[in-house]
C-alpha cells in the first residue's frame, strides 16, 4: 500500500505541536508507558490501523515486553500474560473504541474495575490516549498510511 499524502499531522505544523503536547501530558502521569502502548496497540487492531499496531508492537518490543504478550494483546482475555490493571485498561481501549456499539461504552462495572487500579488523573491520561490512538488511525486509514511509514 502507498500512502495517499504525507500524514495530516505533519502537514500542520501546528496541529502536529498541539498533538505532542497532549502526548506529553498523557505521559507525565504515572501510568505505565507499557499500558499506555498496550491500549493504542488494541484500538489500532480494533480499526484495522496498520501503520500504529506496526509502530506499537515495536514500541513494546523495545520497551521489553515478550512477544508473547505483543502477539496476544488481541485475545487479551483469554491469555495469560495481562495483570488485572492491564485487562481493565485493555477493555477501556475496547469499549471507547467501539463507541457506537454500545448503549453505554463504558458501563458502571468497568468504571469500578477502573477505579480499582487506577487513579482518576490516571483514567483521565488513559482516555486521552485512547482518544489521540483512534484519532491518528483515522487519519492513517484516509491517507493510507504504510506500516514501514516513517515521520
Not at 523495545?62 to 508473547?68: E, L, P, V
Request: proline residues 4%; aromatic residues 8%; contains cysteine.
Amino acid at each position: 500500500m502507498q500512502a495517499r499524502m504525507n500524514n495530516p499531522a505533519m502537514l500542520l505544523p501546528e496541529a502536529f505541536t498541539s498533538i505532542q503536547a497532549l502526548l506529553k501530558a498523557v505521559h507525565s502521569v504515572d501510568v505505565p508507558a507499557q499500558i499506555l502502548e498496550l491500549v493504542h496497540l488494541r484500538s489500532s487492531q480494533i480499526n484495522g490501523c496498520s501503520f500504529c499496531v506496526h509502530y506499537s508492537a515495536k514500541q513494546l518490543k523495545q520497551a521489553g515486553m515478550s512477544d508473547d504478550r505483543i502477539w496476544s494483546v488481541a485475545a487479551w482475555r483469554e491469555a495469560p500474560w495481562f495483570s488485572d490493571a492491564e485487562r481493565a485498561a485493555l477493555e477501556l481501549a475496547e469499549a471507547t473504541t467501539r463507541i457506537a456499539d454500545r448503549g453505554e461504552p463504558v458501563d458502571d462495572e468497568l468504571f469500578k474495575r477502573l477505579t480499582e487500579h487506577f487513579s482518576e488523573e490516571q483514567i483521565a491520561a488513559l482516555t486521552l490516549m485512547i482518544g489521540v490512538s483512534n484519532m491518528f488511525n483515522r487519519i492513517n486509514a484516509v491517507t493510507r498510511q504504510p506500516a514501514d511509514a516513517t515521520f
